[in-house]
């Protein structure tokens, strides 16, 4: 999700799934005065919420702002039968990483169900 389609997602009061862990951060006092603009603006929404969505959507603009970079390997063709190159940037490794840490989450958040 786009940090710009937050506010229409907040005012639809949607819900995702949570971790059972908690991070503690320390806000800049400008950052904290924004966030508790944002509460008072969507009072159905916890600040912990707004925060978890804020860093899920910069997250998500994060990842898409990594560098291509193009490597030899050709791994498909477009529409016009030019070849793909492999991205060797940083993408695939954080790509990787990230499904590696959501899996050890999912059992984690398993284990303690069970």
Known sequence: MKIRELVRHWEQN??????????????????????????????????????????????????????????????ATDEQGDPLYEDIGPTPRFLALSRKYLHELMQQQNSAEH
């Open 14 to 75: 949607a819900k995702g799934r949570l971790t059972r862990g908690t991070y503690q951060i320390h806000l800049d006092l400008e950052a904290a005065a924004r966030l508790a603009a944002l509460t008072e603006m969507y009072p159905k929404h916890h600040t912990e919420e707004l925060l978890g969505e804020l860093i899920a959507a910069a997250l998500e603009e994060l990842e898409a702002s990594l560098p291509y970079v193009k490597g030899t390997q050709v791994v």
